[in-house]
């Protein structure tokens, strides 16, 4: 066996091993294919035998010098000189990579064909669009609103003026003896009583300093110590903060009230079955959908006017 030995066929060796001072199994074998020294009395089996004849024992990669030693048998298996064998490879170069080629798609790849905005040049996703510091934080800047978008509609349903304290304390507990922190930060915000010099946090802080040890909730007697806490932290007096807080009165509720919709509030516009009173559910006539709901006047809540 005469060992091929020269400069390119080395390179050829380092190409295929990324520099590497080994070569692996798969790579001998991708090698063989590329330089297509393969044929009926050199197969992808005899490759195989070849590597782990040409590794130590127990090795998974071969070097430069057992390399050579392979390149010697494969020469052997075509009857060929291992000089001729090297020089075959080396005149391949490099690795060869491949890959699939999609086909033409017409009315992707013409443009000419596009029609709607994609016939414009295609929508743009950063236009007009307000940068977002990260998922769940804030915007970096105010957002600017849109033209011509129209805002919900908030109704609330305030409650008259409360006589006592204790009044508005059970109105927000719905008569229970306890209020938990929520709520008392609730009643806060409601009466208006936060400014710069009482704060949500603040708030947070005073309950947590007039609940019992342990507790969850506040009672009545409580309640009212907070309050007290509050004016010091305000610098007023605890009849100004009673007194807003009684003014503002029981529980405030706010939901969003749907806009005038045309075609479904003017009735003089329906049609088909709808414009004869709408559908029957019996067939006969005798009932029909308008028993099965109350659409008279009601608050935010449902509670008829």
Known sequence: MVEASSADLQAVFKQYTANAAEMDGKTFAKLAKDTKILDKKLT??????????????????????????????????????AADL?????????PAFS????????FHDD?????????????????????VASFGGAPAEPVEEVKGAKKAKVATTAAEPAGSVDDVFYSYTSKAQEMEGKTFAKLAKDTKILDKKLTATDIDLIFAKIKAKGARKINLAQFKDGLKHCADKKGVTLDVVEEKVKAHGGITFAGTKAEAVKYHDDKSLYTGVHGKGGPSTTGDGTQDLSALADRSAADVRGIKK
């Open 99 to 106: 890959g699939t080629k999609a086909d033409n798609v017409k």
């Open 86 to 94: 090297s020089g075959a490879i080396a005149s391949h170069g490099g």
């Open 44 to 81: 992808a089996t005899d490759i195989d035998l070849i590597f782990a004849k040409s590794k130590q024992k127990a090795a998974r990669k071969i070097n430069y010098a057992e390399f050579q030693k392979a390149v010697g048998f494969c020469a052997e298996k075509k009857g060929c000189t």
């Open 111 to 131: 443009k000419n064909l596009y029609t709607g905005v994609h016939a414009k040049g295609g929508p743009t996703t950063v236009d007009s669009v307000h940068p």
